[in-house]
């Protein structure tokens, strides 16, 4: 029997990509979303374009049985989107509305096994105030306090997924994913993040031209490429373990090491301008040890290799609505 996946969010960065992996791996694939993915076809067999804030919309796409369903639908963005404050409200509305009505969909339509993309965002600010020792071990998680609203209601439906498991036996996976990054996803719309904001700057300018960073640019992250959050997603999902786990890489830089790497995949030098702007924490890092020590597994590629793969894709982009 062909094994069959649902994935929610398949119009959506991580989504296109997960649709595109399963298919390789000979699933049926049925995606949803509000929008049909932005940079190429779906490769989805069925995609159903609908609200899932709307429980009667949620119980309509879970009509069958899937052996896995994928819950990536979210209202969220980059720093420009998140830490604003300006889409607080809806955040939280509407990514609560949809993992509300879509776990319940799931459970009442039995449903056995269902994935969660949680965030790196639900780690304590106080735990992230030294750019050079982030602390974003799982059971750091608590005492809570998360620096945006979309870390809190990423918090919130942790714990929900993981009551239906307790409650009504429903298998869940909870992952914590950390900057993922990679070709297709936003670039210019307001939701991009900095890889991929960092890497249009530069295709942008020319050589010794000038481009913005927010803040002083020593503010540190971690960045994993899309190809392994996917690896990492499928091991947790099949695995015996329910999570919540990280995935991420353990690579750290700073913003303006980022810049860096940009610049020679680019070829280029440009000059880094330091602006005001919505930052989030100071120093975060993924910590891989439980991702290790319980799927054996644990993300390897450089930032640089991840990158490298990204940066053409951006350029062509640019270079396409140039020619517009
Ligand atoms: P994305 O914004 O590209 O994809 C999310 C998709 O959800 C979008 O296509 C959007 O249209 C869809 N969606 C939003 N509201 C909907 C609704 N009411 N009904 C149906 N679909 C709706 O984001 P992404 O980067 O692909 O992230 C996927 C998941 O992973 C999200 O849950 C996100 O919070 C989580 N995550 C991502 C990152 C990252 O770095 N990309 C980091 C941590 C967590």
């Known amino acids: 029997m062909q094994k069959t996946a649902l994935v929610c969010g398949a119009?959506?960065?991580?989504?296109?990509?997960?649709?595109?992996?399963?298919?390789?791996?000979?699933?049926?694939?049925?995606?949803?979303?509000?929008?049909?993915?932005?940079?190429?076809?779906?490769?989805?067999?069925?995609?159903?374009?609908?609200?899932?804030?709307d429980p009667v919309n949620c119980r309509a796409v879970v009509d069958?049985?899937?052996?896995e369903v994928y819950q990536l639908a979210a209202d969220m963005g980059g720093a420009g989107f998140v830490f604003t404050g300006e889409n607080d409200a809806d955040i939280m509305h509407n990514s609560a509305l949809i993992n509300l009505n879509m776990l319940d969909a799931c459970y009442k339509r039995n449903v056995k096994r269902i994935f969660y993309s949680s965030s790196a965002c639900i780690y304590p600010e106080y735990n992230q105030l030294n750019p050079d020792d982030p602390k974003t071990s799982e059971e750091s998680a608590y005492p809570a306090a998360p620096d945006s609203e979309y870390g809190w209601e990423k918090l919130f439906s942790?714990?929900?997924?993981?009551?239906?498991?307790?409650?009504h036996g429903l298998t869940v996976r909870v992952a914590r994913y950390h900057n993922i990054f990679g070709p297709e996803?936003?670039?210019?719309?307001?939701?991009?993040?900095?890889?991929?904001?960092?890497?249009?700057?530069?295709?942008?300018?020319?050589?010794?031209?000038?481009?913005?960073?927010?803040?002083?640019?020593?503010?540190t992250r971690s960045f994993l490429y899309v190809d392994e959050c996917l690896e990492g997603t499928l091991r947790l999902m099949r695995s015996d373990w329910t999570g919540p786990v990280n995935?991420?890489?353990?690579?750290?830089?700073?913003?303006?090491?980022?810049?860096?790497?940009?610049?020679?995949?680019?070829g280029k030098q440009v000059n880094l301008k330091?602006?005001?702007?919505p930052l989030g924490v100071r120093g975060r890092n993924s910590d891989n040890h439980l991702i290790m020590q319980k799927l054996g597994w644990k993300p390897t590629e450089s930032l640089k290799t991840g990158l490298a793969k990204t940066y053409p894709w951006i350029q062509a982009q640019v270079d396409a609505l140039k020619k517009k």
Not at 64 to 67: A, C, K, S, T
Request: charge should be neutral; aromatic fraction near 10%.
């Open 11 to 53: 119009g959506g960065f991580i989504g296109s990509h997960l649709v595109k992996r399963l298919k390789r791996e000979g699933f049926w694939v049925r995606g949803v979303d509000l929008k049909y993915p932005q940079f190429a076809p779906t490769e989805a067999d069925d995609f159903l374009v609908a609200d899932l804030r």
């Open 64 to 67: 069958r049985g899937f052996d």
């Open 158 to 167: 942790e714990r929900l997924y993981l009551t239906y498991q307790r409650n």
């Open 185 to 219: 996803g936003s670039w210019r719309d307001g939701r991009e993040k900095a890889p991929a904001a960092l890497c249009r700057k530069v295709a942008e300018v020319a050589d010794g031209g000038t481009i913005e960073i927010w803040g002083d640019g020593k503010q």
């Open 247 to 266: 995935i991420g890489s353990e690579e750290m830089v700073s913003i303006n090491q980022l810049a860096q790497i940009i610049m020679e995949i680019a």
């Open 274 to 277: 330091h602006i005001p702007g």
